[in-house]
Each structure stands twice: as structure tokens, then as C-alpha cells.
């Protein structure tokens, strides 16, 4: 059973910053593939930024130079959001891809508003 803890979601100022963590556990392999997604209220689940077995990073061109994902140890990742819009207010989830169903944290919410 796997299971994907994520923390550090809050309410932050427009040009302010948040610190995304996600801790990975269970029947891993190490240093498996991650990423975060957002989705807002009635949008599509998209892509934030992933992060590759081998450390290849990808991120989306609304969050490129603003955002950085890096992995603290093993199956452990952060997402530095710096520079933050409004238009960054979502539902933040850490993500893993599987042969069967992906694997999902249950979401952290980021709300950047003055």
C-alpha cells in the first residue's frame, strides 16, 4: 500500500512564497518518479512539476522561473513556489505514476490572495 502525505499549502500574499513537501511511502521503489498537480473548482487536473528517478526536471510554462521541485531524500519532494499569483490559488496534489492507477495525496490547498 502506498501512501503520499503532503503539507505546507496555506494563504500567502500575491509575490509571496509556500513550500510544498511530500513524503512517499510505501511499496516504492526509491527514488520514483513524482510530480505535483493543481486543479481548481470544476477546472482539469494539470501538471505543476515533476521530477524524474534521474532528477530531470519539467515544469509547466506558467510556473517556469518561479517554481522549483527538488527531492529531499529518497521518495520525499518539495515544490519552492516563489512569486506567487492568484492565479496559483488551486488544490495542489503530489502524484506518482503506477502500472495500474496513479497514486494521489489527498491535497493541499494554496490560496494566494491580498
Known amino acids: 500500500q502506498v501512501q503520499l502525505v503532503e503539507s505546507g499549502g496555506g494563504v500567502v500574499q500575491p509575490g509571496g512564497s509556500l513550500r510544498l513537501s511530500c513524503a512517499a511511502s510505501?511499496?516504492?521503489?526509491?527514488?520514483?518518479?513524482m510530480g505535483w498537480y493543481r486543479q481548481g473548482q470544476g477546472d482539469e487536473r494539470e501538471l505543476v512539476a515533476s521530477?524524474?528517478?534521474?532528477?530531470?526536471q519539467n515544469y509547466a510554462d506558467s510556473v517556469k522561473g518561479r517554481f522549483t521541485i527538488s527531492r529531499d531524500n529518497g521518495n520525499t519532494i518539495s515544490l519552492q513556489m516563489n512569486s506567487l499569483k492568484p492565479e496559483d490559488t488551486d488544490v495542489y496534489y503530489c502524484h506518482i505514476p503506477a502500472p495500474g492507477p496513479d497514486y494521489w495525496g489527498q491535497g493541499t490547498q494554496v490560496t494566494v490572495s491580498s
Open positions: 510505501g511499496s516504492l521503489p526509491n527514488f520514483a518518479p
Open positions: 521530477i524524474s528517478s534521474d532528477g530531470r
